[in-house]
T-cell receptor, first 111, second 110 residues
């Protein structure tokens, strides 16, 4: 079975903290994505990666960065967390067929 | 920019009735149209998809139709059951990149 694992289900962080969200896939997929999900807005793409050390900005990259040092791991970094980054974060891994496999999501609250 | 509009945002149907969710896309280069179901506390999961060379696809109680000329596609669920209650997302795209609809919360009334 395909598996995408996000390191935390729930996180509470303080404004200004540096936050790391980790995502690991066990399927040897090249493509990995980070989305944020907000009510009424669907899934919005933050960053994606086609390969190790490769990254591309999505639609809403401001305030975020990413790291992909190994094929199976794609990390999302909030350099200085702000309250408007309170959201559900979803990681997805995509093989050649375009079906996206999602992790269970991380609900981040910034206080 | 490119976008996908999804309607309705909430849909409440009686158990056993049919449910239809509609999406319209703007990018004429889109050639892949998946539908995802997201249950509470979980990530979205693919339930059915269609490619632009096909007009309709069916899998048991679920079907998707695509009208490329009008740039819209729809999800049809027949004989709805309580376990169909979830949020459904449509998406449209190509080359691994998808634009997502805002989601439809489907409520199945007993």
């Amino acid at each position: 079975d395909v598996k995408v694992t996000q390191s935390s289900r729930y996180l509470v962080k303080r404004t200004g903290e540096k936050v790391f969200l980790e995502c690991v896939q066990d399927m040897d997929h090249e493509n990995m994505f980070w989305y944020r999900q907000d009510p009424g807005l669907g899934l919005r793409l933050i960053y994606f990666s086609y390969d190790v050390k490769m990254k591309e900005k999505g639609d809403i990259p401001e305030g975020y960065s990413v790291s992909r040092e190994k094929k199976e791991r794609f990390s999302l970094i909030l350099e200085s967390a702000s309250t408007n980054q309170t959201s559900m974060y979803l990681c997805a891994s995509v093989p050649g067929g375009m079906e996206a496999f999602f992790g269970q999501g991380t609900r981040l609250t910034v206080v | 920019g490119e976008n996908v509009e999804q309607h309705p945002s909430t849909l409440s149907v009686q158990e056993g009735d049919s449910a239809v969710i509609k999406c319209t896309y703007s990018d004429s280069a889109s050639n892949y149209f998946p539908w995802y179901k997201q249950e509470l506390g979980k990530g979205p999961q693919l339930i059915i998809d269609i490619r632009s060379n096909v007009g309709e696809k069916k899998d048991q109680r679920i079907a998707v139709t695509l009208n490329k000329t009008a740039k819209h596609f729809s999800l049809h669920i027949t004989e709805t059951q309580p376990e169909d209650s979830a949020v459904y997302f449509c998406a449209a795209g190509s080359n691994y990149q998808l634009i997502w609809g805002a989601g439809t919360k489907l409520i199945i009334k007993p």
